[in-house]
């Protein structure tokens, strides 16, 4: 019997990806036992600092750079992200498979609905792209940095005295707790982290086995929506601590991405929206990417990375 060591984070919402991506593939090949290992990372270890704080001690990644060493050292065969965590740029000698078709890609607004949020509400994340999303609709509301996994979040609305906190739509749902969400926020208006509802799906290069087992695992729509997002990303020179929204949509033989760049204060919003081919979805990233330049960007963006 052949053995995949599947890698994954420790959180809840971590092993509830690593089921949902193998119970296919556990039917597909009952002659494969699949063990699961869970990987401690940076940003699990300290949830004090900030998140940009402890993305540079990880080395542009607070949530992947130990399980991306497992993996290039062969304790692991496959690594289960969440794909928004992921840098964009590959190691060199892992390759970053096509994803299984991603989950709601939305952000959730938990405790309140936007609207209702009294003046001078405070809202709990850690993202600074929702920090920026959530000034620029509410410049009223008072930000409040929180860390941890999706349980603990959602109990810091108490803890806190928070009137609301902002999630990703898709972790509260695998985690099955969707009757806590009070509000969808509306994508046009908040476009997600790019790759985000999505799975990163990584091996090495040179494993023949993973690859021949997980082939055929992916979703050519999602992957191709998630390469285009990631595309604009990198064009943007970003991570995961800027604040920036992409949100790639297939339609047929033709893809749709919108880009948006907020400066933290959320004073300022630039946004390109533009279609092409569903076979050239890193052009098209690069050519959104473009369009926010061209708009103003860069300023934007090197304000963001100043501060931090």
């Given at each position: 019997m052949s053995t995949l060591i599947v890698g994954s984070r420790a959180s809840h919402l971590a092993r509830a990806q690593v089921r949902e991506f193998l119970a296919p593939l556990r039917e597909r090949f009952p002659d494969v036992a699949f063990r699961h290992r869970v990987i401690t990372e940076v940003g699990d270890q300290d949830r004090r600092s900030a998140l940009r704080e402890v993305s540079e001690r990880g080395g542009g990644s607070a949530f992947s750079v130990n399980q991306v060493n497992a993996l290039v050292s062969g304790q692991v065969d496959v690594i289960v992200h969440s794909?928004?965590?992921l840098p964009t740029a590959n190691p060199p000698g892992l390759v970053l498979l096509p994803p299984p078709r991603r989950a709601d890609v939305r952000d959730a607004l938990c405790g309140s609905r936007l609207a209702d949020l009294p003046y001078g509400g405070r809202v709990g994340t850690s993202a600074s792209r929702r920090i920026a999303q959530l000034l620029h609709a509410r410049p009223d509301v008072v930000p409040v940095e929180i860390r941890g996994n999706v349980?603990?979040?959602l109990g810091k609305l108490r803890t806190h005295q928070l009137d609301a906190v902002v999630l990703a739509a898709a972790g509260i749902k695998r985690l099955g707790r969707d009757e806590e969400i009070s509000e969808i926020l509306p994508i046009g208006l908040f476009p997600p982290s790019p790759g985000q509802g999505a799975l990163g799906i990584q091996i090495r290069e040179d494993?023949?086995?993973a690859r021949e087992i997980l082939a055929g695992s992916g979703d050519?729509?999602?992957d191709a929506e998630v390469r285009a997002e990631r595309a604009m990303l990198a064009e943007l020179h970003g991570g995961c601590s800027v604040?920036?929204?992409a949100f790639g949509k297939a339609d047929g033989d033709a893809l749709t991405l919108h880009g948006q760049v907020t400066s933290?204060?959320?004073?300022r919003q630039v946004e390109a929206w533009l279609s092409g081919p569903l076979s050239e979805p890193e052009k098209l990233g690069v050519q959104v990417a473009g369009l926010l330049l061209d708009r103003g960007a860069e300023d934007i963006l090197a304000?963001?990375?100043?501060?931090v």
């Open positions: 794909l928004k965590d349980p603990t979040r494993n023949g086995l050519p729509a999602t604040p920036v929204g933290v204060d959320g004073g304000e963001v990375r100043v501060a």
